[in-house]
């Protein structure tokens, strides 16, 4: 199976030769997948090289004439390093575009902490209007990044990640499906978190939602589902725990309730080790996740 960046490459190679209107925009980061396209393509693939904040700069500028940018790098530099620059040059100037990262939270290790970035969606929770999807698989992938290249001129955040899912959802529109039905909970999966939340509550009384779209927070499903399975609630999500606390919260506000956050932690792991010993590290594995969430319910 591809990655998820490998499909991205893929993807949008295509798309550029569909649509006269897309443009690419990046700064070193997977430019070897995409120079054919950038040979058939000059002037509309460009490599500003390691300039993280002229990158958004220049597809801010790209969406003030009309096209539509995709913006590539890591997690880190897409959204952390050039934050001043999404702010201004995107949503100041009333533009849109799709930003796509990779190597989130842990992806690459050996890259150190400089190439992590767990509080990436936190930090576009100060922004105001932008769509977040984060796919569990490379199929899901590939639609998220199809819809969002081909939308009209919203801002949109699109979060891949070196984890995945053994397989992928079926389509059910942008907000929260239900995966498994119960009585004595609600616990919510974000993207390629979905299969050891699966493992973790196997035989358990509870409701599993997944979401591949974060933003805007799907309240509806969130709360019928908690109607149905009780209010304690459980959110699982591949970035900084407690991030979707607040939207979850804001969902539930007139409902009684208990959450539980749970994902990245704040501190920093000085260790390169695996991505999955971070995941183990921050108690995101299956073993981990049955302990957390059986000790939360009542």
Do not use: C
């Not at 609600?186 to 591949?212: F, R």
């Amino acid at each position: 199976m591809d990655t998820m960046r490998e499909r991205f490459i893929s993807v949008t190679s295509q798309l550029l030769e569909e649509d006269p209107r897309l443009a690419l925009v990046l700064a070193e980061i997977t430019m070897d997948g995409f120079r054919p396209a950038q040979r058939r393509h000059p002037d509309r693939v460009i490599n500003v090289g390691i300039r993280e904040q002229l990158l958004i700069g220049v597809g801010g500028g790209l969406a003030l004439t009309g096209l539509r940018p995709v913006v590539h790098t890591f997690a880190s530099f897409l959204v952390e390093r050039p934050f001043e620059q999404v702010k201004l040059d995107f949503g100041h100037q009333g533009t849109g575009g799709v930003l796509v990262s990779s190597s989130g939270s842990y992806d690459w290790p050996a890259g150190g902490f400089t190439h992590m970035a767990p509080g990436d969606v936190a930090l576009l929770d100060t922004l105001d209007g932008w769509t977040v999807h984060v796919p569990g698989h490379p199929d899901e992938a590939e639609a998220l990044l199809r819809h969002a290249s081909a939308a009209g001129d919203d801002k949109v955040y699109v979060r891949l990640s070196q984890q995945s899912n053994t397989a992928p959802r079926p389509p059910a529109g942008p907000g929260l499906r239900t995966v498994r039905e119960g009585r004595a909970g609600v616990v919510v999966a974000v993207g390629p978190l979905l299969d050891n939340v699966l493992a973790a509550t196997e035989g358990l009384d509870v409701t599993v939602l997944y979401a591949t779209t974060v933003r805007p927070f799907d309240d509806a499903t969130l709360r019928a589902a908690v109607g149905r399975a009780g209010s304690d609630v459980v959110l699982v999500e591949p970035y900084l725990a407690g991030t979707s606390a607040t939207a979850a919260g804001a969902a539930l506000v007139d409902v009684p309730h208990r959450i539980l956050p749970l994902g990245v932690g704040r501190a920093e792991l000085r260790r390169y080790g695996t991505m999955d010993e971070h995941v183990a590290a921050h108690g995101l594995d299956a073993g981990s996740l049955r302990q957390r969430i059986t000790g939360f319910l009542r």
